[in-house]
C-alpha cells in the first residue's frame, strides 16, 4: 500500500511539473495551520542563528501511510544542496520561499548519486542567483576563469543544522523532535 501511495504521489508531482513549466510561489499553498507554523518558528530560529546571512529553508516529506505524514524541516546556506536532493515545488511563507522536497523521490540505496528527478541547472542557476548572490558570482567568476584556462579550487562549506521532525498522522501533529541528522 504504501509502494502504492509514493508511486501515486511521483505520478502528481511528475504531471503538475510537466503541466506547468514556469513554477509559480504562489499557485500552491499549505492547507495545515500547524506545519506553516512550524516552518515559520524554524525559520525564524534559523534567522536568530544565521542573523544576515543567506539561507533558506527546505522541507522533506514522506507520506507513510494513507494516515501518517512525516516533514523533516531542515535550512541551508548554498543551493548546493539541490544538486543531490531537488526541490519539488515551493510555497511562499511570510514572503519566504520554502522548498518541498518529496522523499519518495529519493533513491535511498544510491543517495545522493541517483534520484528518480534532478534539478534542470537553470532552475539551480535560479535558486543561486535569487537567494545567494555571492556564490552565484563566484560561479560566473570561477566559469570565466575555466575558459582562460585557470584552475579553480572549491571549498566546500559544512553546515549542519539542527532538524525538525515533525509527524502527523490524520493531519493533527503527534510529534515533535528537535535534532541533527539528515531530514528524512
Known amino acids: 500500500m504504501a509502494t502504492k501511495i509514493r508511486i501515486f504521489i511521483l505520478f502528481i508531482l511528475f504531471v503538475s511539473c510537466k503541466a506547468n513549466k514556469e513554477q509559480n510561489v504562489d499557485s500552491l499553498e499549505i492547507n495545515n495551520k500547524i506545519l506553516e507554523n512550524e516552518i515559520i518558528k524554524y525559520s525564524h530560529y534559523i534567522d536568530s542563528i544565521e542573523q544576515h546571512n543567506p539561507f533558506i529553508v527546505c522541507v522533506f516529506f514522506n507520506q507513510v501511510n494513507d494516515s501518517t505524514k512525516q516533514f523533516g524541516i531542515t535550512s541551508s546556506i548554498d543551493a548546493s544542496l539541490f544538486q543531490y536532493t531537488p526541490y519539488h515545488f515551493k510555497c511562499n ?52 576563469r575555466m575558459k582562460r584556462g585557470v584552475s579553480c579550487t572549491e571549498v566546500e562549506k559544512f553546515y549542519d543544522p539542527l532538524v525538525c521532525h515533525l509527524t502527523f498522522v490524520h493531519d493533527k501533529l503527534i510529534k515533535k523532535e528537535i535534532r541533527g541528522g539528515l531530514p528524512y
Open 93 to 144: 511563507i511570510q514572503n519566504r520561499e520554502v522548498f518541498f522536497t518529496a522523499v519518495a523521490g529519493l533513491d535511498e540505496k544510491s543517495w545522493p548519486y541517483s534520484n528518480f528527478f534532478n534539478l534542470k541547472k537553470s532552475a539551480y542557476l535560479q535558486v543561486m542567483q535569487k537567494h545567494f548572490p555571492k556564490d552565484y558570482e563566484k560561479y560566473l567568476d570561477d566559469i570565466e
